[in-house]
């Protein structure tokens, strides 16, 4: 079955706007979860939907909101945009059904210039 | 907040050797897994490990979950150019606001694997 699924690949921002990503996850997961990954701070944790609720959150400021769709599909948004926030922003989701183990997609790179 | 230690950072090695690496924790977690990720691509998932002390191969690779659950290691047999590239720890914490259903992955810094053939 696909993998999971994450649009746009790359993009480029300039500050002060703000982006949308979008991820489908593997057919049939219900759970979803974005990551930032940058070469200072690593991997972390962003947020994770279940169910389109939002049920956990890392340590993030407002400007990073997400949104889950009923098709388990989901967005985030970053807001006002920094140049700090350029990064590989990663989707995962879930197997309810074989232990939780997460998968995640190939990621999309944004650059805030 | 929580943080992994993984070590080594980074690991240069000839082709044919064998590859150690391990991550600690001050928590426990109740699952570790070990990811690859090559350049531009995300992190695909090798091997999960959800009991303590248990010891699971995928092929030439060979990882273990701590007696204590703080801790893990992953090793690589007979490594080949095709390996290089970073590993990373994450240990999955517990999300007590849903039952105690798994919650999100916590990760380690990365080792980033360099073989000469």
């Known amino acids: 079955k696909a993998g999971v699924t994450q649009t746009p690949r790359y993009l480029i921002k300039t500050r002060g706007q703000q982006v949308t990503l979008s991820c489908s996850p593997i057919s049939g997961h219900r759970s979803v979860s974005w990551y930032q990954q940058t070469p200072g701070q690593g991997l972390q944790f962003l947020f994770e939907?279940?169910?389109?609720?939002?049920?956990n959150k890392g340590n993030f400021p407002g400007r990073f909101s997400g949104r889950q769709f009923s098709n388990s599909r989901s967005e985030m948004n970053v807001s006002t945009l920094e140049l700090g926030d350029s990064a590989l922003y990663l989707c995962?989701?879930?197997?309810?059904?074989?232990?939780?183990?997460?998968?995640f997609g190939e990621g999309s790179w944004l650059t805030v210039v | 907040g929580q943080q992994l230690n993984q070590s080594p950072q980074s690991m240069f090695i000839q082709e044919g050797e064998d590859v150690s690496m391990n991550c600690t924790s001050s928590?426990?977690?109740?699952?570790w897994l070990w990811y690859k990720q090559d350049p531009g691509e995300g992190p695909v998932l090798l091997i999960a490990?959800?009991?303590?002390?248990e010891l699971t191969s995928n092929g030439r690779l060979t990882a273990q979950f701590g007696i204590t659950r703080k801790d893990s290691f992953l090793n690589i047999s007979a490594s080949i150019p095709s390996d290089v590239g970073i590993y990373f720890c994450?240990?999955?914490?517990?999300?007590?606001?849903?039952?105690?259903?798994?919650?999100?992955?916590?990760f380690g810094k990365g080792t980033k694997l360099s073989v000469k053939p």
């Open positions: 994450a240990g999955q914490l517990t999300n007590m606001n849903y039952g105690g259903s798994q919650g999100n992955l916590i």
């Open positions: 928590s426990i977690f109740n699952t």
């Open positions: 939907y279940f169910s389109e609720t939002q049920r």
């Open positions: 995962a989701s879930r197997s309810t059904e074989l232990r939780n183990t997460i998968y």
């Open positions: 490990l959800y009991k303590a002390g």
